[in-house]
T-cell receptor, first 115, second 112 residues
Framework: NAGVTQTPKFRILKIGQSMTLQCTQD?????MYWYRQDPGMGLKLIYY???????DKGEVPNGYNVSRSTTEDFPLRLELAAPSQTSVYFC??????????????FGNGTRLTVT | GESVGLHLPTLSVQEGDNSIINCAYS??????FIWYKQESGKGPQFIID?????DKRQGQRVTVLLNKTVKHLSLQIAATQPGDSAVYFC???????????FGTGTSLTVIP
């Protein structure tokens, strides 16, 4: 299994540009998450999905959009990039949540710079 | 809101010594806790987890202790090695929640 794969690894955007961060997992996990990590900070949840066709906002959703058309893929869309969106973005997936939660499996991140 | 924090933002230990990394949480409804290790340029990597019906769990060279009374979690690393140098995060969730909440992390440096 490749686990959670994120592309691209690095990207530089100009203010106002848009882009999609790709995330795919091959573990057949229903639960998928997007986090951002700013320097010296913990992980902040942007959006998550509990299954195909279902998405929900996390702590910091403004400026982002997601879709979940398949179990495997959970792309994150930035429509009008702003310098405040400069960060490292991590995608994660999990087998289960609720009362029998299981660990999150993370990708290696996308480092995004907006100038 | 949720609050998961760490007492020490940085920790330096000599190679071969034991390391202890602490974490405080504020939600008494949290019942599942995980420690993650993050090396530079990589995503967080699962180390060990513990549920609230336990107060101690051991893995290979690592032990997690949970004190629900004071809402405190710790990670003990035995015989710390240079490869253990990384940032360590604790994460928590409730039994009904679909989200984990992460602390800010502790940077562990192992001195050869």
């Amino acid at each position: 299994n490749a686990g959670v794969t994120q592309t691209p690894k690095f990207r530089i955007l100009k203010i106002g540009q848009s882009m999609t961060l790709q995330c795919t997992q091959d573990m057949n996990h229903n639960y998928m998450y997007w986090y951002r990590q700013d320097p010296g900070m913990g992980l902040k949840l942007i959006y998550y999905s509990v299954g195909a066709g279902i998405t929900d906002k996390g702590e910091v959703p403004n400026g982002y959009n997601v879709s979940r058309s398949t179990t495997e893929d959970f792309p994150l869309r930035l429509e009008l990039a702003a310098p405040s969106q400069t960060s490292v973005y991590f995608c994660a997936s999990s087998y289960s949540m609720g009362a029998k939660g299981s660990p999150l499996h993370f990708g290696n991140g996308t480092r995004l710079t907006v100038t | 809101g949720e609050s998961v924090g760490l007492h020490l933002p940085t920790l330096s230990v000599q190679e071969g010594d034991n390391s202890i990394i602490n974490c405080a949480y504020s939600n008494s409804a949290s019942d599942y806790f995980i420690w993650y290790k993050q090396e530079s340029g990589k995503g967080p990597q699962f180390i060990i987890d513990i549920r609230s019906n336990m107060d101690k769990r051991q893995g290979q060279r690592v032990t997690v202790l949970l004190n629900k009374t004071v809402k405190h979690l710790s990670l003990q690393i035995a015989a710390t090695q240079p490869g253990d140098s990384a940032v360590y995060f604790c994460a928590e969730k409730t039994n009904t929640g679909n989200q984990f909440y992460f602390g800010t992390g502790t940077s562990l440096t192992v001195i050869p």
